[in-house]
């Protein structure tokens, strides 16, 4: 079975730089572009019982934001570390962002370095 | 950011600073003059609505390319932030379209060229990864720019600044701005956890 950390923005640049800072922590990869490619991704990796350890979310996606993707994935798994790194700065969207689920806020831009410390708290 | 609800071009004015960026769905002028900096116009053919940014990319971006430098990380935020407006604004990045501008330098001075020259290539990476077509660039060259951005019709109007002491005031403020972002070149914004 393999272990995948799902990245959800609708910035491939994003994407790719995230995929790049985690590269050797030893998980798949799996991209999605916004909340709802993720939530079916999510369905998909379930459904061939693949193990999701955590999720790495965007706030301002279209078609559906980060804040409901939390709370749809939450009606899925409820204990799966989701860390939303974002440019979203707003205290009340961090506050929606808390209250639907998520485990960890990082304002963008982030450092590598600083990623992967959260990341590898969240993976314990 | 300053707004003027009367111009010239009879429609609301915005003036950017540097660092600040926009976007809106309002029938208005932003406008900014630039040195150094790189200013970005966007605009979301499908909902008609658009945006700029004015920032710099502080240092010179390694070979490895944008996705794996911390530095360019800083310039990829600055267009994050004002794409991120955008989408609030229910716009979508697959319907961006965006004119850059900017990246003069000082033709006497090599380390202002290497950053200059650093910051063509960081837009011109950055939007080609992101597929984002720019429809028009004009960067580079020993001199200031003065634009004026009409989101009705998406069209911007440029200006050569050629005079070293026309807005100097606002050439003073890019420096600051421009110094504060070198020496923080390498950041990562708040980190908040929920346990």
């Known amino acids: 079975m393999n272990k995948y950390i799902m990245v959800i923005d609708d910035s491939p640049t994003i994407r790719i730089s995230v995929e790049f800072a985690l590269k050797d922590l030893g998980y798949k990869i799996q991209h999605a572009e916004n909340g709802m490619d993720a939530l079916e991704k999510v369905k998909a990796l379930v459904n061939r019982k693949e193990d999701i350890a955590l999720c790495i979310c965007d706030i301002n996606m279209p078609e559906m934001d980060g804040i409901d993707f939390i709370k749809k994935f939450r009606e899925i798994d409820r204990f799966t570390p989701v860390i939303v790194l974002t440019t979203e700065s707003d205290d009340e969207r961090i506050l929606e962002g808390k209250e639907a689920g998520a485990s960890g806020w990082i304002i963008k831009p982030f450092q590598p370095a600083d990623l992967i410390k959260v990341v590898k708290r969240f993976l314990r | ?195």
Do not use: W
């Not at chain 2, 580079?140 to 440029?158: A, C, E, H, P, Q």
């Not at chain 2, 050569?160 to 110094?179: A, T």
């Open chain 2, 1 to 195: 950011m300053i707004k003027s609800e009367t111009s010239k071009f009879g429609k609301p004015l915005y003036i950017l600073y540097p660092g600040d960026y926009f976007a809106t769905d309002g029938d208005c002028i932003l406008g900014t003059i630039t040195g150094s900096c790189l200013v970005i116009c966007f605009y979301e053919f499908r909902k008609k609505i658009g945006g700029m940014g004015h920032f710099i990319v502080p240092g010179a971006i390694g070979t490895g390319g944008i996705v794996n430098d911390d530095i360019a990380g800083s310039g990829i935020a600055s267009i994050e932030h004002l794409i991120g407006e955008l989408v609030k604004l229910g716009g979508d990045r697959r319907f961006l379209r965006v004119k850059v501008f900017g990246a003069g330098y000082n033709s006497g001075n090599d380390s202002n060229m290497t950053i200059a020259h650093s910051n063509i290539r960081f837009i011109h990476e950055y939007f080609a990864i992101e597929k984002i077509r720019i429809d028009r660039s004009d960067l580079g060259g020993d001199f200031r720019r003065r634009i004026y951005f009409s989101l009705k019709d998406n069209t911007v109007y440029r200006q050569v600044l050629k005079n070293n002491e026309e807005n100097s005031e606002f050439i003073r403020l890019e420096q600051e701005y421009i110094d504060i972002q070198f020496r923080n070149k390498r950041k990562t914004g708040r980190i908040i956890l929920f346990e």
